[in-house]
């Protein structure tokens, strides 16, 4: 199965997954930033309102636990957070039997100017870290840098989540961090980004997403990556009989 997508509660889904099945664990979790009068974020040109967002008062910390049991030897792990919990993110998964390995920073290159006097929060950060200490899954050299320059997601690729990835960063830590065929897990599938980039690179896909308004909306934007990329081959296989 190259799909499986999970509607539940990632502390619960993880202990139905079997032990070192997980080649890439690439998630964006709860930042838990999000206090009792909610906020808004001006992302491009748009107003997202994220008013009160129950999914993000707290900080998710023990499914990594899960995550570690699940993930095979020598693989990468990849989680988005606040600036304020690097420290804690990086302590809790080498506490658990992780090696840290960097900080890495997705740069926003369309951020729109802050109405304040106040630099504009133009990066996002998460932690890179391995189960095990062995680069057999590092696509690279010892030159990639810690950091990834995009936009906010721009057009058709938009949908109505209010943390919502571009395609263009998970395909670079999918790229660099698994091979075709590996399982990606995401236990906060959220948009579906992380999925729908999975299927575009011939990687296999799990993603949990307890909120059912978002699993619908994950699950319809992976359905149709997969819908797309089987028609796709076999429109190449049609051409390649064709010209035998």
């Not at 630099?119 to 057999?136: A, D, L, M, Q, R």
């Not at 906010?152 to 395609?167: A, I, M, R």
Request: net charge neutral; with cysteine.
């Amino acid at each position: 199965m190259n799909v499986q997508l999970i509607h539940g509660d990632c502390l619960n889904e993880l202990k139905n997954i079997e032990d070192n099945t997980v080649d890439l664990l690439l998630t964006d979790p709860p930042y838990g930033t999000n206090d009792k009068y909610g906020k808004n974020i001006k992302r491009g040109s748009a107003i997202t309102n994220f008013s009160v967002m129950e999914w993000d008062r707290n900080l998710p910390l023990e499914y990594l636990n899960e995550c570690f049991r699940i993930m095979k030897d020598d693989t990468w792990g990849v989680v988005f957070t606040d600036k304020k919990e690097i420290t804690t993110i990086w302590n809790y998964v080498e506490k658990i039997g992780f090696s840290p390995r960097n900080t890495f920073y997705w740069i926003k290159t369309n951020k729109a100017p802050v109405p304040n006097s106040n630099f504009k929060s133009s990066v996002e950060v998460c932690i890179v870290f391995t189960k095990g200490k062995t680069n057999k899954k590092w696509q690279r050299g010892g030159t990639e840098n810690n950091y990834f320059m995009s936009p906010f997601v721009l057009g058709k690729e938009s949908v109505n989540h209010p943390t919502q990835k571009p395609e263009s960063l998970m395909s670079y830590f999918i790229n660099l961090l698994s091979a075709e065929g590996d399982v990606i897990l995401d236990p906060f599938m959220g948009s579906g980004t992380t999925g729908v980039s999975s299927i575009k690179h011939g990687r296999r896909f799990i993603g949990i997403e307890i909120d059912s308004t978002y699993y619908k909306l994950s699950s319809d934007r992976i359905n149709s990556a997969s819908l797309y990329m089987e028609n796709k081959k076999n429109s190449e296989g049609i051409i390649d009989k064709f010209f035998e």
